[in-house]
């Protein structure tokens, strides 16, 4: 029930049908009887009108005539009176006798309540009811001027109070004087104010007692009608049990029967909708669930394990499966099943989709619906497993073939309404997104594990420097991440191609003899290497270049990527797989970054070995040379000067002969300190293994002390590994210093020392010999300080060098950590 139909309010008595009713047929009556009342009321106050100041205005007239006939006899005397004011003596007995006669005349006509005054022909007033009055000019007024003019009449007017009254004027005969009389207005009509209240009565009752009738009959006509707006407002609130009882026999009667047959069927359609209602709120709160589920978990067993098992649970089936798609080889696989027998699953799992009813449906693009088996004689396969009525749904997304839904009971016939179609089409859709993502996810991850092998090979290869291990290491990575079948690299030596390292789920190429294959176009590896281009095999069974590596017979796709240094091609990795169509061109872009790397790494390890070679060359070429230099020169002077000793001792000069031979032994000396020297450093001290200070420590006991100095190590600070680098320049700086100091300096002592701290390392190598002038220019041939200067630098440390002539030499060296 809608809010606005439960929300509306109750109609108004003047918008209901007896308020219509009434208004209707008692407003026009009401209106005429008003109209009439209200026109016989103002008649009659018109007539009252006219009679009451006619009345007035012919007893003016009279009283005036009468007047005039019993003062005649006085007018000249009253007028002689009015000029000498006499008139106005309230004492004079003339006065008094007119007034008399007057008053006698007047005021018993005029009654209680009114006036009379008599004004002569200037307008002033000579006679008047009160006597007050007597004397005034009031020419001014109409009234005044109307009966000195000669008429007789009457109006309806107001006093010098307010007071409405009725003015009538008559001239009096045979004199100049006029009568005027004035009486009020509610006075003369007080007799006719209760034949008016009784006509406003009559009218009220005239209107009231129509409306009152009307309104009773109304109400009797008009009670089924309310009845029945509360019965429909009760429905309209969803109370649907409502039925009245009209007995008019009329056709409010047939409405009510009518409004009952319509409750009872709404009641029954309300029922039904219900029932509806539920079941569709179940469809789609197993949608939902599905929904939910999809967007939930990339985990393609669990969304399909639970899409199924609410699909039984909510049309009711008691057997059900669901079948993907293997697109390369066009065979469907059950994913996941319900209430199969192991028989069957045996017999129809991984059949090729076009002998199977599930494939037919897919391939169809359209479900297949069997709501009775006796009609489908021809479903053997539903037969064998005692289906009475199957649904079969292709799941698809967009154009792309996935797999089927498929839902049967073994309970008798089952008729699929249109609601349960369109769930099956929505499940089946929603199922359908599931696999992609899921299929999607899979994929992605792939090229997550592809660019992380991306990663660690370049990490890895990088401090790699043999060929041999590099090669070993970057086939392992690849191989564990990607899981490819076979995994292997071959090099270009001599126009062949050497695998030299591979591996594969059945066969170590490492453990066999070198496979070579020549650079030409007979094999796939052989035309990679021969055109530097990549070459993707989707079915070697379809791929005349390909030839299968011992022991490998599951390879269904291949691809060989060049591996390529300054555009030479080095060599060539490939990847093999037991699916048809493994490889797509993302494989080949990764597989391409892949074989950069290797080719960079294998470059280097050869660059490195060579740099090994030539290093060791140049260590042998100084050697020679410092041997030639130094140790063969001193062994050619203790050679001339033990021949000068023996022909001066031959001669007999013993003298001279013992001064060469001095020489000779410091000849010889220097000589075994050269030596010495040469002989540490062929056999340097393991600084990885000891440490900085053990190595300092091994070469001042091996060289310095042998060599007849005195050495001092001093260490301050924590003693704590350092970095390689840091290690390998600090004690390369401390052993030009100690050479320096050993062949040039004629130093007996010679001392080092080294800080540690947490932030920065400092080494001191000090010695008493003769020094040198550090602003003078290097002598000629001198590497020593060179060497220092440009290690210090590599090292980002301070170097100091201080020394004089005569004041021995200190060597510093500060290094932040």
């Known amino acids: 029930m809608s809010p606005e139909i439960r929300n509306q309010p109750s109609l108004t008595r003047m918008h209901s049908i007896r308020g219509k009713i009434i208004g209707w047929s008692l407003l026009p009556t009401a209106i005429i009887l008003i109209i009439v009342a209200w026109a016989t009321f103002y008649a009659y106050q018109r007539v009252t009108e006219e009679l009451v100041i006619e009345r007035d205005r012919e007893l003016t007239h009279l009283i005036a005539g009468e007047i005039g006939r019993e003062v005649t006899k006085y007018a000249e005397l009253l007028s002689i009176l009015a000029r000498k004011q006499e008139i106005y003596d309230r004492s004079s007995i003339t006065y008094k006798v007119v007034i008399d006669q007057i008053g006698s005349i007047a005021q018993p006509r005029i009654g209680e309540g009114g006036c009379a005054y008599l004004v002569n022909n200037a307008g002033q007033i000579i006679y008047h009811s009160e006597s007050s009055q007597v004397g005034q000019n009031i020419s001014a007024q109409p009234v005044v001027q109307r009966v000195l003019d000669g008429k007789v009449g009457a109006l309806r007017t107001h006093d010098a109070q307010g007071r409405e009254i009725v003015a009538s004027f008559a001239p009096v005969p045979d004199t100049n004087w006029g009568l005027i009389t004035e009486e009020s207005w509610q006075v003369l009509t007080r007799s006719s104010q209760g034949y008016q209240r009784a006509l406003v009565f009559l009218m009220a009752l005239g209107v009231l007692a129509p409306a009152i009738a009307i309104t009773i009959g109304v109400r009797r006509i008009t009670r089924p009608i309310t009845e029945l707006t509360n019965a429909a407002q009760e429905i309209a609130q969803g109370k649907f049990n409502q039925t009245i009882n009209v007995s008019t026999g009329d056709e409010l009667e047939e409405l009510a029967g009518q409004f009952n047959s319509m409750a009872t069927q709404l009641r029954a359609s309300y029922q039904n909708l219900e029932r509806k209602v539920a079941d569709r709120t179940r469809e789609l709160a197993a949608l939902n669930t599905i929904a939910a589920s999809v967007n939930e978990s990339l985990d393609l067993d669990q969304t399909l394990n639970r899409a199924l098992d609410e699909m039984l649970h909510l049309l009711k089936m008691e057997v059900g499966e669901i079948r993907l798609l293997e697109s390369e080889r066009d065979i469907l696989t059950i994913q996941t099943q319900r209430g199969l027998s192991s028989n069957f699953?045996?017999?129809?799992?991984?059949?090729?989709?076009?002998?199977?009813?599930?494939?037919?449906?897919?391939?169809?693009?359209?479900?297949?619906?069997?709501?009775?088996?006796?009609?489908?004689?021809?479903?053997?396969?539903?037969?064998?497993?005692?289906?009475?009525?199957?649904?079969?749904?292709?799941?698809?997304?967009?154009?792309?073939?996935?797999?089927?839904?498929?839902?049967?009971?073994?309970?008798?016939?089952?008729?699929?309404?249109?609601?349960?179609?369109?769930?099956?089409?929505?499940?089946?859709?929603?199922?359908?997104?599931?696999?992609?993502?899921?299929?999607?996810?899979?994929?992605?991850?792939?090229?997550?594990?592809?660019?992380?092998?991306?990663?660690?090979?370049?990490?890895?290869?990088?401090?790699?420097?043999?060929?041999?291990?590099?090669?070993?290491?970057?086939?392992?990575?690849?191989?564990?991440?990607?899981?490819?079948?076979?995994?292997?690299?071959?090099?270009?030596?001599?126009?062949?191609?050497?695998?030299?390292?591979?591996t594969g789920q059945t066969v170590e190429i490492q453990n066999l003899a070198p496979i070579r294959f020549e650079v030409d176009e007979t094999s796939i590896l052989s035309w990679v290497a021969r055109h530097g281009e990549p070459l993707r095999a989707p079915d070697v069974t379809q791929e005349p270049r390909y030839r299968p590596l011992p022991h490998a017979h599951e390879t269904r796709s291949e691809l060989a990527v060049p591996l390529k240094a300054k555009d030479v091609v080095i060599g060539v990795l490939d990847v093999q797989s037991k699916h048809l169509n493994a490889f797509d061109e993302k494989d080949m872009t990764v597989l391409q970054s892949l074989a950069h790397q290797a080719a960079i790494a294998l470059e280097n390890a050869r660059l490195y070995q060579r740099a090994q070679q030539l290093?060791?060359?140049?260590?042998?070429?100084?050697?020679?040379?410092?041997?030639?230099?130094?140790?063969?020169?001193?062994?050619?002077?203790?050679?001339?000067?033990?021949?000068?000793?023996?022909?001066?001792?031959?001669?007999?000069?013993?003298?001279?002969?013992?001064?060469?031979?001095?020489?000779?032994?410091?000849?010889?000396?220097?000589?075994?300190?050269?030596?010495?020297?040469?002989?540490?450093?062929?056999?340097?001290?393991?600084?990885?293994?000891?440490?900085?200070?053990?190595?300092?420590?091994?070469?001042?006991?091996?060289?310095?002390?042998?060599?007849?100095?005195?050495?001092?190590?001093?260490?301050?600070?924590?003693?704590?590994?350092?970095?390689?680098?840091?290690?390998?320049?600090?004690?390369?700086?401390?052993?030009?210093?100690?050479?320096?100091?050993?062949?040039h300096a004629q130093a007996q002592q010679i001392q080092v020392y080294l800080c540690q701290q947490l932030t920065r390392v400092t080494l001191e190598v000090s010695d008493d010999g003769i020094g040198f002038d550090v602003a003078a220019p290097p002598r000629r041939g001198g590497m020593g300080l060179r060497s220092m200067t440009e290690r210090a630098a590599q090292l980002g440390a301070k170097l100091n060098i201080c020394s004089q002539p005569g004041k021995g030499t200190c060597v510093s060296v500060e290094v932040h950590q």
């Open 615 to 743: 290093a060791v060359m140049e260590e042998r070429n100084r050697l020679a040379r410092d041997l030639h230099d130094s140790v063969t020169q001193s062994l050619y002077g203790v050679t001339l000067f033990a021949e000068a000793a023996g022909r001066l001792l031959s001669a007999g000069n013993v003298d001279l002969a013992t001064e060469h031979l001095q020489d000779l032994q410091k000849t010889a000396q220097d000589a075994l300190r050269e030596m010495r020297l040469l002989i540490f450093e062929l056999r340097p001290p393991l600084l990885g293994e000891n440490g900085l200070a053990m190595a300092l420590q091994a070469r001042l006991e091996a060289v310095e002390e042998r060599a007849g100095l005195e050495t001092t190590f001093r260490m301050e600070g924590q003693e704590q590994r350092l970095p390689p680098e840091i290690e390998e320049g600090l004690y390369r700086v401390a052993q030009e210093a100690l050479n320096n100091a050993l062949k």
């Open 345 to 502: 699953i045996q017999h129809s799992d991984r059949r090729p989709a076009a002998e199977t009813p599930q494939g037919q449906a897919l391939l169809a693009c359209q479900p297949v619906l069997c709501e009775d088996i006796a009609h489908h004689l021809d479903q053997e396969w539903a037969q064998e497993e005692n289906l009475q009525a199957f649904a079969i749904c292709p799941l698809r997304v967009k154009d792309k073939q996935l797999g089927t839904l498929s839902l049967a009971t073994r309970r008798g016939p089952r008729v699929f309404s249109q609601n349960e179609r369109e769930l099956l089409h929505a499940v089946s859709d929603q199922i359908g997104v599931a696999v992609e993502n899921a299929r999607l996810f899979e994929v992605e991850q792939r090229r997550a594990d592809q660019f992380q092998v991306i990663s660690q090979v370049g990490q890895k290869i990088a401090s790699i420097l043999a060929v041999d291990e590099l090669l070993d290491e970057i086939v392992r990575l690849v191989k564990e991440t990607l899981g490819y079948y076979l995994v292997g690299i071959g090099l270009i030596e001599n126009d062949e191609i050497i695998i030299k390292t591979g």
